[in-house]
């Protein structure tokens, strides 16, 4: 069975859509980019809207994707969001996992998701 429909197979949401963000950013650097790019769109997201700058957005928006595309390339692979919508929201719900876990917090459904990706 491939690791995508073993990770399609999984009945626990977080455990699956952590595996599914694994699969997606297997590259570190993939992974490193996107704990730039992530914060930096939704900072500038949420300060445009806060501030009614379009000037935040455009500028923050270029830069937290120009992270993201950068990742990507290097792992070779499109964005998860251009395959699945539920990314838009996960996406940095699972950046925030990982710097949750840099912090020294660990979660069980992130190990489970590890285990079945093969990290």
Known sequence: MSTLNRIASIDEFWTREFAYYLHEHRHPLNRLTHMFGVPILVVTGVGAVATLSWK???????????????????????????????????????VMVEFLELAGLHFGFARRARTIVGL
Do not use: C, D
């Open 56 to 94: 935040m957005f455009v500028i923050g928006w270029t830069i937290g994707w120009a992270f993201q595309i950068a990742g990507h390339r290097i792992e070779g692979n499109k964005p998860a969001l251009l395959k699945r919508p539920i990314s838009w929201l996960m996406g940095p719900v699972m």
